[in-house]
């Protein structure tokens, strides 16, 4: 069974520039989760998602970020205008579930590493 | 509020010694569960266990133990007779139970093994 898919693995941009990162999660899984890990830092969520809803965006910097999983399958996540500070990785996760009686494992996209010179 | 302390930034040992990662976790919850992953150089995060509050057996699984003490709140990891292949960057997080929270999971800032040969 496939992981979750993440493209592209690197990419490189000028700041005030715009990117988009996408996300295929595993099939089947309903819930997806955008992570942004700084580095020497552990992932922090920054979105997720139930189906096609955005469910929890607290954490994501609206002003120049935003995202989207308009089928309710794969999701992408763009920055614009990019900033030097927005170098990280930026992860995917997805689960069958969230929340509930019994836990549904989130498994991890490879993750999209981001530098803005 | 919930958080995650992983003291030990940086642990450097030769191949065969035991190592313990510390994690130390802070929650008002009742019910919650508590997560240790490995992050490779290629990125992406691999699962390794999962523990609910409600059960503080200790777990052994080949090399990998844990022991998971809810009166220090702390739920330690020690790889006996370690191996190159276990360098890494190893995570712990928390996440609470239950639809409310929604499995949100809260990292700390994870501990970077290398195992020397």
């Known amino acids: 069974e496939a992981g979750v898919v993440q493209s592209p693995r690197y990419k490189i941009i000028e700041k005030k520039q715009p990117v988009a990162f996408w996300c295929n999660p595993i099939s089947g899984h309903n819930t997806l989760y955008w992570y942004l890990q700084n580095l020497g830092q552990g992932p922090e969520l920054l979105i997720r998602y139930e189906n096609e809803e955005a469910v929890d965006d607290s954490q994501l910097p609206k002003d120049r970020f935003s995202a989207e999983r308009l089928k309710g399958v794969d999701s992408t996540l763009k920055i614009q205008p990019a900033e030097l500070g927005d170098s990280a990785v930026y992860l995917c996760?997805?689960?069958?579930?969230?929340?509930?009686?019994?836990?549904?494992?989130?498994?991890f996209g490879p993750g999209t590493r981001l530098t803005v010179l | 509020a919930q958080k995650v302390t992983q003291a030990q930034t940086e642990i450097s040992v030769v191949e065969k010694e035991d190592v313990t990662l510390d994690c130390v976790y802070e929650?008002?919850?009742?019910?919650?569960?508590l997560f240790w992953y490995k992050q490779p150089p290629s990125g992406e995060l691999v699962f390794l266990i999962r523990r609910n509050s409600f059960d503080e057996q200790n777990e052994i699984s080949g090399r990998y133990s844990w022991n998971f003490q809810k009166s220090t709140s702390s739920f330690n990891f020690t790889i006996t007779a370690s191996q190159v292949v276990d360098s890494a960057v190893y995570f712990c997080a928390l996440s609470e139970a239950g639809y409310s929270s929604a499995s949100k999971i809260i990292f700390g800032s994870g501990t970077r093994l290398s195992i020397r040969p």
């Open positions: 996760a997805s689960s069958l579930a969230s929340g509930g009686p019994s836990y549904n494992e989130q498994f």
């Open positions: 929650t008002r919850d009742t019910t919650y569960y």
